[in-house]
């Protein structure tokens, strides 16, 4: 930390401490701010920002949550946050007030990567917004679109069990977060522009992954600037000079891909041959709006931030996911044998698992919601109040973050029965799903705000999973698979990869 923004930290700090001292020997009740609701006592300027770390802070929320209820108040530097624990808070807050509460909340290090707020993540609800989200619904995640790529997704994953049979003949451990990782990867970059960009035999999967790796975890790492606007200009903790080093790379790869595309149609028009592709990079430069309150066209920038949300949001939640969900399966013996022995009922050992094979799968599915509850990519919905409001009574002022813990809710016995346990059976007969309208079960969000990309994700995660376990037994260290400890950014990652040996059980024939 530099010199100047030490010194001020030290000033605050005395500041606050005279003032928490003062406030003991006086007493008095404690408000955050004029009707707020219940919370633990901050200090002046400071708030509760001494009371959480950030690398955890999914887990202090709940704590918090079992001593004041299941709406709380915090105040983070003079920032003033609202948390809700429940259900039925988190349907109040992103349901019934989904109207003021329909902003995410950017911080500095996301400002980078979505191109100040252009991306469809941080977009504010307006014009751009709907025009990039239809775009997207339209040309990747609509039920007909997702139909017409599914004979991608099933050569991109079997031809990843094809490599994994092949790598199985040294008996060699594998990672699977990094297999799965580059195949998600070539998934997305077809969708977006028509081709594979990674290859298992070369390092730029795994560097993309671990590029992917630090990002979410300065995305997700407490920044004294977003709390305290005077220490921006000097970026104390480095956060943002970090990620601008992760950012121009992949905004030279950005770039690349525009280009390369602008240059291919002009090759088209002067021969008077179509060469558009017909993917999400066409739709992008194609888009045109005769509306005046319209976008009239994309900015660079704007493409590139979709670009950025594509590549970065779905190859990671995916990726990260499947690893928990492998993890808890494999641990978990009697859930594993039970979802080969309905795989080996529905589709049997001569040929691969296919995607239209999920609907006759219903244990595996309960399996897949379960993982979606216990491992939720993202542990917090944060939503930004555009206006003041009254929530249950208590007042919440302009511009202050609202905060549904997911994770915590996933973990609460008042919620769910054994709530730690990993058990499928949970959900089987349970109209209970991951589409938003169950609030006690919100792994993709809710409302217009939900996760364009859910559809595919969620197809993404059960494919993978039934691809694995059915083509594959997996020999793995027990201290690996057992130890579920965390890797906390923005998002939640297993923090140590699965390694194992991938050992066939159907026909040889099927991998050949």
């Given amino acids: 930390m530099e010199a100047f923004p030490l010194c001020m930290m030290i000033a605050l700090l005395s500041v606050a401490a005279y003032f928490f001292i003062t406030r003991l020997v006086h007493g008095g009740k404690y408000e955050n701010w004029k009707n707020s609701p219940p919370g633990p006592v901050g200090w002046p300027i400071l708030g509760n920002l001494l009371q959480l770390r950030s690398s955890q802070i999914h887990e202090h929320l709940f704590k918090l949550s079992k001593i004041h209820g299941p709406l709380f108040s915090l105040k983070l530097g003079p920032k003033p946050v609202i948390v809700a624990a429940s259900p039925e808070m988190a349907r109040i807050i992103l349901k019934e007030q989904e109207a003021v509460f329909s902003n995410h909340v950017a911080n500095e290090t996301s400002l980078v990567m979505s191109y100040d707020a252009t991306s469809l993540v941080y977009s504010p609800m307006g014009t751009r917004w709907r025009v990039l989200r239809r775009i997207l619904n339209e040309n990747v995640f609509s039920t007909r679109a997702l139909d017409n790529f599914t004979p991608l997704r099933k050569q991109k994953v079997h031809g990843l069990l094809k490599q994994l049979y092949s790598a199985s003949s040294s008996k060699n451990p594998v990672n699977i977060g990094e297999w799965v990782f580059i195949t998600v990867a070539n998934i997305t970059s077809n969708l977006t522009c028509s081709k594979s960009l990674f290859e298992y035999t070369t390092k730029e999967g795994r560097e993309m992954k671990e590029s992917l790796r630090e990002l979410m975890k300065l995305l997700g790492t407490g920044n004294v600037a977003d709390f305290f606007p005077l220490f921006k200009p000097f970026d104390p903790q480095g956060l943002k000079r970090r990620t601008l080093e992760i950012f121009w790379k992949y905004d030279a790869s950005y770039e690349k891909l525009i280009d390369e595309r602008l240059k291919e149609r002009e090759i088209g028009i002067n021969n008077n041959t179509k060469k558009e592709k017909g993917d999400m990079l066409d739709a992008l430069l194609n888009y045109r709006s005769d509306k005046d309150d319209d976008l009239r066209t994309l900015s660079r920038n704007m493409i590139k931030s979709l670009l950025s949300d594509m590549f970065i949001a779905s190859t990671e939640t995916s990726t990260s996911t499947v690893e928990w969900g492998m993890a808890e399966i494999l641990k978990n013996s009697d859930v594993h044998k039970k979802i080969v022995l309905e795989l080996d009922q529905v589709v049997g050992k001569d040929r691969f698992v296919e995607e239209s094979d999920i609907g006759n799968l219903p244990y595996l599915q309960a399996a897949v919601k379960e993982v979606f509850r216990l491992h939720p990519a993202a542990p917090l919905i944060t939503r930004r109040a555009y206006e003041a409001c009254e929530v249950s009574g208590y007042h919440f002022p302009k511009d202050c973050v609202a905060v549904v813990n997911i994770w915590g809710m996933a ?71 057992d130890n579920m400890e965390e890797f906390v950014g923005i998002t939640i990652q297993k923090a140590k990869s699965i390694i194992a040996i991938p050992k066939p059980r159907l026909s040889t024939s099927v991998y050949l």
């Fill in 411 to 481: 973990r609460d016995p008042s919620i769910w029965e054994e709530p730690c346990k990993f058990k499928p059976e949970r959900f089987i007969g349970s109209k209970i799903d991951v589409k938003g309208q169950d609030f006690n079960l919100l792994p993709f969000g809710c409302g217009k705000r939900i996760c364009v990309g859910w559809p595919l994700a969620h197809r993404t995660v059960q494919f993978y999973l039934a691809a694995f376990l059915h083509a594959f037994e997996w020999e793995c260290p027990p201290e690996v698979v």
